[in-house]
């Protein structure tokens, strides 16, 4: 039998995910950090009134973000869901004073030009990050997905707020539970095969 990894075990370890925030910071210092890291998909830089946080993912954190995005688009296409995959996606509105970088992020239907994703992944490996629902919020996502000690926690813009939902709306249907429940396998490709199979009902 393949080993598991245990994430639910392995969360809020300091030394995972490096963290720095800078505080009294203007749009324009934002837009300089971005400008200096360039294309990279890392470190991560959000942006929340004045205040900027910085991330360099861990190894780990990569792995999971990448696997719920892998699962994620095995149902798509066993389900036959048209979506598109955008990654890091920097999203942000110098007039709200807000900008994020999802883990992971999707556009779902036939859209040509879309203005932020339909739905934001984040993996919360190391606590103590800035409020991403503040900064969501008011760019118009229309669900965000958090990654949990091995749960993953759903929530849905109503109203100019975000409600904690038992299931995810904008993928109705899916089972997030059973999706997590494959995150661990000894490989990615274990995960995506093993979840296929209970998908197809094998």
Not at 180 to 187: E, K, N, P, S
């Given at each position: 039998m393949a080993a598991h990894v245990r994430w639910s075990e392995r969360d809020d370890r300091p030394t995972e995910d490096h963290i720095v925030r800078l505080h009294g910071a203007s749009w324009e210092d934002y837009e300089r950090l971005v400008a200096i890291r360039g294309d990279r998909s890392a470190p991560r830089i959000a942006f929340l009134e004045g205040e900027i946080e910085i991330m360099s993912p861990s190894r780990d954190h990569e792995s999971i973000k990448s696997r719920i995005g892998r699962l994620v688009e095995v149902w798509c296409l066993e389900r036959g869901i048209e979506f598109s995959t955008y990654g890091s996606w920097t999203v942000g509105d110098k007039r709200v004073q807000r900008a994020a970088e999802p883990d992971e992020c999707y556009v779902f239907g036939e859209v040509a030009n879309p203005a932020q994703p339909d739905l934001a992944i984040e993996v919360v490996w190391?606590?103590?990050?800035i409020d991403k629902l503040e900064i969501y919020r008011e760019l118009g996502v229309?669900?965000?997905w958090f990654w949990r000690k091995g749960a993953i926690t759903p929530y849905r813009l109503r109203a100019n707020r975000y409600e904690e939902i038992g299931a995810s709306e904008v993928l109705a249907g899916l089972d997030l539970r059973q999706l997590?429940?494959?995150?661990?396998?000894?490989?990615t490709s274990q995960s995506i095969v093993e979840y296929r199979a209970a998908l197809q009902g094998r």
């Open positions: 190391t606590s103590g990050g229309r669900e965000v997590a429940a494959y995150l661990d396998r000894a490989t």
